[in-house]
């Protein structure tokens, strides 16, 4: 059963920067937000630095812990405002609570606190893994930017493309390491004298990366070489162009849901307070900036002027 909380409800506004009667507080929360994150995996990377963590340790983990108590709460308030989520199809407050526990954002919120009750209940584990961790808290900025939601989206939605060009690509990675391996492994064998030592060649030279620690002696091999390098160039550029086309594209589907929306609301050619809150919510939501969703509006504005009858026409 779904029961209202006003207090919960405002938490959730301020938490998710949708609160219009708080804004300011909303503002602030988010930069706060914001600095912790940056702060802590800013602490974490001078922690692995023998000079500094020798001489400000102590400093450094007794900010770890403040900032820990921080996400901590953060993250169990999310949990108890998730219930008034009204985007999420289950009508009971813990399943959307559990929704919310097993989201992108969820998962990346447990992430950031997950470190120091790992190191609290297997003391022996390895630091750096758990450093590894904790700098994963960078991740919590996608609370304020879809950038990385609009990225998996547009891969999910250009799927058999992007599956056909990584097959594409795994192929000229075998077919190539394959030649190599048969072409130099007798005169490298410290370096191409196996295939999967040939793998690692081929993938760092398809890439466009060339690190030279691995080059071809033979003319054979130097052919191979040469053949690798412009397969790169093509398997490389096609998975570069389907997510670039599939990312453009659903910015465009984004702008086109937005401009529907905005014109359900203005069907009357006014904008009234509640209207702009909608749209503002919806700015937010479909990532439009304010300059691009100001023209848009303008826009349709203007053409429902010019649509409207003058007087006395029917």
Known sequence: MNVHHPLRHRLFLILEFQSHKDKKTAWV??????LMVLSS?????LESVPAIEALYGKSLAIFDAISMVFFSVEYLLRI???????TSALHSDHGRRLRYVLSFH???DLLAILPFFLQALLPGLDLRFLRVIRIMRILKLSHYSTALEDLLASIYAERDAFISALYLLALSILITSCLMYFAEHALQPDKLGTIPDAMWWSIVTI????????TPVSSWGKVIGAFTALSGVFTVALLTGIVASAFATRVRTHELEFTTEVEELLKDGQVDPKERRTIEHLRREFSITEEHARAII???LEEKTLLRPKDGQP
Do not use: P
């Open 29 to 34: 929360f988010s930069w706060v937000l914001t």
């Open 41 to 45: 995996v800013l602490a974490v990377i």
């Open 80 to 86: 108890w405002t998730a219930a008034d989520r009204r």
């Open 106 to 108: 969820g998962l990346i």
């Open 207 to 214: 890439t466009t990366v060339g690190y030279g620690d691995v």
């Open 298 to 300: 303008r826009q349709i």
